[in-house]
Structure formats: C-alpha cells, structure tokens
T-cell receptor, first 113, second 115 residues
Framework: SQQGEEDPQALSIQEGENATMNCSYK?????LQWYRQNSGRGLVHLIL?????REKHSGRLRVTLDTSKKSSSLLITASRAADTASYFC?????????????FGSGTQLTVLP | NAGVTQTPKFQVLKTGQSMTLQCAQD?????MYWYRQDPGMGLRLIYY???????DKGEVPNGYNVSRLNKREFSLRLESAAPSQTSVYFC??????????????FGPGTRLLVL
C-alpha cells in the first residue's frame, strides 16, 4: 500500500494564484521529499525536509512537515503556466527500508494562463 | 553529464516474449532503483540495488529480474511478459548513506505495451 497519499488528486488554478497540495503518510520517517513530473517525463526532485524540520523554502516553494499528524504540505506561490505538472510526495522508513522511497499517487496541478 | 539514461524509450511486446530494459547513470551513485508507474498512480518500487553487487526486492517484484552489471548499469528483465506488465518503467539512482533516503534522480522512462 502507498505510504503517502496526496490531496487533492487534481487542482486547477489561475496563473498568479497560490497552489497548496497536501500529503499524509502512515509510519514514522527520516525525511519526506517532493517531486514534480511533467507529462511524459521522469520525476524531478524539488525539496527534501527532514523529520526534525518543520518548514523549508526553496524559491517559490514552501514545504511544511507535521510529524505528529503525519502530514506535509507543498505551497507553490505566484504560480505560472509552466508549473503545470503532477506533484508527488515520497517518504522513507526508519528502519529496514530506510533508503527506499514510497511515493503517493500524486496531485495533478493545472495552472491556467 | 547525461544523468540517468534508459533504453528503449518505447517497446511493444507480445504476451510471453522477453526483454531487458537498460539503465545507466554517470553520477557515480551507489544506489539504483527500478519503478513502474501505472495510470493515475504513483511509482511502485520493483527492485533496487543499494550498492554494486547487491539487489533487493521492492513492493512489486513478481515477474521481473534485475542485474547490477557494474556501478553504472542496472538492468530490468521481463522473462515472460504479461499484459499486466504494461506500464511506464523508470530507473533512478541516488547516493548512499545514513540518515534516510537520499534524493533520487530519474531517467526519462520506458513505455512498455504488452499485447
């Protein structure tokens, strides 16, 4: 079963608006990562947040992590048409599969010009 | 640097045929992974290789075999393809180390259709 689940499954916004995607997971983690996938392409890493961090920024991206609720959010500010893509969260495990990532089913973001 | 490369880009097979998907990375990464992605779903791990000379099963290994040929190359083999193996296959690589999973770098994918 999937460790991470994104919400919503699909999101459509106007250019310039902010987009927020959420991820929930089931077991304790070392870190949580967000990836982006353009249509027909491979995944590209966006940001990694460790379990002892609560918030992290990278350009127009802001990621939060709440380990007590086992959830994370990805905020894209001032969205652009080029941000149209699928976004996936991925989590690892604390032991055994600690170096493996388990991916959620993704949020399909459409930014309308 | 080419990053992670995969061949072929697209393949059509008949049920029962075999094929090998090739993956190579030029980033000197120790760890390599094979995933499959089905429509509307995230990636599921088929096999991974934590370091040269080792391979381990992931979430969905049945029907597949892998070979870590050397540090650069990690191949995925379908011995007898089935329609359920129609999917997009991604190879990825990462550094190894402690402190949890590292950033993974993905290839462009191989689209496989099994008739």
């Amino acid at each position: 079963s999937q460790q991470g689940e994104e919400d919503p499954q699909a999101l459509s916004i106007q250019e310039g608006e902010n987009a927020t995607m959420n991820c929930s997971y089931k077991t304790s983690i070392n870190n949580l990562q967000w990836y982006r996938q353009n249509s027909g392409r491979g995944l590209v890493h966006l940001i990694l947040i460790r379990s002892n961090e609560r918030e992290k920024h990278s350009g127009r991206l802001r990621v939060t992590l709440d380990t007590s609720k086992k959830s994370s959010s990805l905020l894209i500010t001032a969205s652009r048409a080029a941000d149209t893509a699928s976004y996936f969260c991925a989590t690892d495990g604390l032991s055994g599969s600690a170096r493996q990532l388990t991916f959620g089913s993704g949020t399909q973001l459409t930014v309308l010009p | 640097n080419a990053g992670v490369t995969q061949t072929p880009k697209f393949q059509v097979l008949k049920t029962g045929q075999s094929m090998t998907l090739q993956c190579a990375q030029d980033m000197n990464h120790n760890s390599m992974y094979w995933y499959r992605q089905d429509p509307g779903m995230g990636l599921r791990l088929i096999y991974y290789s934590a370091s040269e000379g080792t391979t381990d099963k992931g979430e969905v290994p049945n029907g597949y075999n892998v070979s870590r040929l050397n540090k650069r190359e990690f191949s995925l083999r379908l011995e007898s393809a089935a329609p359920s193996q129609t999917s997009v296959y991604f190879c990825a690589s990462s550094h190894a180390g402690t402190g949890g999973a590292k950033t993974q770098y993905f290839g462009p994918g191989t689209r496989l259709l099994v008739l």
